[in-house]
């Protein structure tokens, strides 16, 4: 019995041993045999062929990119399930799309999902896998060689092979993939890897300068032309690697892509345009070049959205071709009154230079009421459009992507994703907890096809009029002519239900004060004869549907605590408002201005007035549904939703607002508050204040999916059905 025993414990010994030799330390024994790899997607000229049964037919990838954050967890916890994948899957198939994106390796969730909805399903939805190094070695001060770029790169093309033919065990991912054991073989519905995910420009010009005598790259599968910089050899180096990794263990191959964009694309630019858009690195694909053994073939994948860099933009419409040693038609780029698509042109240079297909990867509006610039040429700029503009200018984009003679593209993104921060609203929230809430001023949370609205089934006010939500529960203060005003918030807004017998938005005018800090604020306001019962912060001005704005104290704008010396040139700290300023202002957001900047670099940054509010219909059920309304009046009923951030909330999870920004401060600085005061009234008037309680939610945030307008826009484009 004890001989019995011990052998049965060095069997499993042995089969653990094998076991994680070959799923996690990627243990195999070399075939031999790359002659007889297979392959059932191959490029041919300019187009992507896929096998099906015995013909090569051209497939268009129509394609949408999926991020992995949700809200209340960070993207890289991974947290999807399967049941959430096998129920967008559906809607992104039904949508007209035909592949997939991920930008790293996912967890095993996705795969399992993936494997399962294919598999039942005559029709794939195929995936363009990413591998990716993040960001923290990016900006590492190291050249792309050193083995924490270099090592770390090779070791996660390695892994996601593994991954996808369904033989991994991921235990350590040092923010580059998921962890979990991944079991199922969906390498049929691989197109391809994209190597990289914007690579960091200052990286890539860096190794080029540090190694500018490197010897070319030469492998068995993919090889660097006498023309490749340091940064291209590495790539064709980490491509080849992974090429005959995939080629012997799995006797399998498939298309190959390695990532830019505009920051790092292939085009010398007029030196003026380059020294203003920092232009500073180029990676060209056609310094890689692949062999008779790499049986699929390379694409080109950029980055490619109509608000990026806008080089052409600052050059003259005739100067383009100089950009390209061919003699590009640029006819169908200006429009019969003269206006210039520089996306479409764009786009076209890509296509032109490449001798493979080419994707645009990555294009997408962000909807939300935040913007970061305008595009004065495209009219695409990025932020502060409703649903349905989000939708026009995917279809429009789309179609440039086609006209310019590209294979196709990814739709960013699937899903809005809570995690995300923009650069000029980053300084204003805490971005430890910017999960927790939504924040419908910062653009980038929302460029998915799919909300996430906040209310486990429905959210608890929807501004359309219908004041069949509120209780009396919610009154905050009513006054003796029968006029009051309720209050509710959730985890993206903060909602007024204010009541006006007699009320005209057009003719009247009200004022609703709000006292958010106990350490500034005024009790009346420079032009307005109406006083405060309280030191108040912020004045809602009601007055018609095209003229209603919030407006913050001069003391308490982080407008002007964070970017007055890029606006007006001056310094707000060396005489700030006094706390009990009168001057209340439009509360604005900063804004690039590509253009007017490059033509005189003196040109103070332009700003958006966020603060005013939008008329409209907020109900997505709704015929009339507008995604951007702030408000709309109902008879002598207001409803009205005010976004955190707008407020000055840092984290309204905790109830942190903005600490009083030249107190000891130099910028922002957190406190928290347990309660606001809020009232309603005409000019000539002291304005009586009621109290708002105030409890964050902390960690826990309920929410619903909800398909935006676009989605629609886009399914009805791409199948040609309209919305059932």
């Known amino acids: 019995m004890k001989r019995f025993i011990i052998s049965i414990s060095a069997i499993i010994l042995l089969v653990f041993i094998g076991f994680i030799a070959v799923f996690y330390g990627g243990f195999y024994v070399d075939s031999g045999r790359d002659n007889h790899v297979n392959t059932f997607v191959r490029t041919e000229n300019k187009e992507i062929l896929i096998k099906d049964k015995d013909k090569w037919k ?22 999807i399930t399967k049941e959430t994948y096998l129920r967008w899957f559906q809607l992104i198939q039904e949508a007209g799309a035909n592949t997939l994106r991920v930008y790293s390796v996912q967890n095993p969730s996705f795969y399992n999902a993936f494997y399962e909805y294919n598999s039942q399903h005559e029709e794939p939805l195929y995936l363009l896998q990413g591998i990716w190094v993040n960001d923290y070695i990016q900006n590492s001060r190291v050249d792309a060689y050193a083995d924490s770029f270099a090592g770390k790169l090779l070791d996660n093309c390695l892994v996601t092979v593994d991954v996808i033919h369904g033989k991994r065990l991921i235990i350590n991912n040092d923010a580059d993939t998921s962890t979990g054991l991944y079991l199922h073989d969906i390498s049929k519905w691989v197109l391809g890897y994209i190597i990289g995910n914007g690579w960091e420009d200052t990286t890539v010009a860096y190794t080029d300068e540090k190694y500018p ?55 010398d630019y007029p030196k003026e345009i380059a020294e203003y858009f920092r232009k500073c690195a180029r990676i060209d694909a056609e310094h890689i070049t692949a062999t008779d053994k790499f049986i699929s073939g390379q694409f080109v994948s950029y980055s490619a959205s109509p608000y990026d860099q806008d080089y052409l933009s600052c050059m003259e419409y005739t ?30 240079l890509l296509n032109e230079h490449h001798t493979m297909p080419v994707l645009a990867v990555e294009f997408g509006a962000a909807t939300g009421r935040g913007e970061i610039q305008e595009n004065q040429v495209t009219s695409r700029g990025l932020g502060y459009y409703s649903e349905k503009e989000q939708g026009k200018i995917l ?48 653009n980038d949370q929302h460029f998915g096809l799919l909300a996430f609205d906040c209310g486990e089934k429905e959210s608890v006010c929807y501004v359309d009029g219908d004041t069949s939500e509120w209780t009396d529960k919610d009154m905050v203060i009513q006054y003796e ?12 807004d903060v909602y007024l239900y204010l009541h006006k017998k007699g009320f005209d938005l057009e003719n009247d005018t009200l004022y609703v004060p709000v006292d958010t800090t106990p350490k500034t ?27 209603t704005r919030l407006l913050v104290q001069d ?3 982080p407008i002007h605590a964070n970017y007055e010396e890029d606006i007006t040139g001056e310094d707000s700290y060396i005489d700030p408002p006094a706390r009990d300023s009168a001057v209340f202002e439009n509360i604005c957001m900063v804004l690039r201005d590509v253009i007017g900047q490059y033509q005189d670099a003196a040109t103070p940054l332009r700003t958006f007035e966020s603060g005013k509010l939008h008329y409209g219909n907020g109900n997505p059920s709704a015929s009339d549904y507008d995604s951007r309304a702030d408000f709309i009046c109902n008879g002598d009923d207001v409803e009205i939703r005010i976004p955190w951030q707008l407020l000055n909330f840092s984290d309204p999870s905790r109830m942190q607002i903005h600490d009083d920004y030249y107190d000891g401060n130099y910028g922002i600085e957190a406190v928290g508050i347990k309660e606001m005061f809020i009232g309603l009234g005409r000019e000539g008037n002291t304005i009586e204040m009621g109290r708002l309680k105030l409890k964050g939610w902390e960690n826990t945030v309920s929410y619903h999916e909800r398909l935006k307008e676009a989605y629609q826009v886009l399914k009805t484009y791409w199948t040609g059905k309209e919305h059932e």
């Open 58 to 79: 051209p497939f268009e990838v129509r394609g949408i990119d999926m991020g992995s954050g949700i809200p209340g967890e960070w993207s890289t916890d991974y947290a």
């Open 395 to 442: 279809v429009d984009c789309y179609e440039d992507i086609m006209a310019a003679g590209l294979s196709g593209g990814c739709v960013y993104s699937w899903q809005d994703e809570w995690f995300k921060h923009t650069w000029n609203t980053m300084y204003a929230v805490d971005l430890s907890r910017n999960i927790y809430w939504e924040d419908a001023q910062t």
């Open 521 to 547: 604020g005024s009790t009346r306001m420079e032009n307005c004869t109406a006083e405060f019962e309280r030191p108040t912060d912020f004045v809602l001005i009601l007055n018609g549907k095209d003229n």
């Open 319 to 348: 100067t383009w071709n100089s950009l390209s040693d061919k003699k590009i038609d640029f006819s169908d780029c200006i429009t019969p009154d003269g206006k210039r698509n520089t996306y479409r042109a764009y786009l076209r």
């Open 481 to 492: 002519d029968g006029s009051f005003i309720s209050v509710k918030y959730d985890a993206s």
């Open 555 to 557: 003391r308490y704008n």
């Open 213 to 267: 005598d490197m010897e070319p790259y030469k492998g068995t599968y993919l090889t660097a032309s006498k023309d490749a910089s340091a940064f291209e050899s590495l790539l064709a180096e980490t491509g080849d690697r992974m090429l005959y990794y995939e080629s012997t263990r799995y006797d399998e191959q498939r298309l190959i892509s390695f990532s830019s964009g505009n920051a790092t694309d292939p085009f």
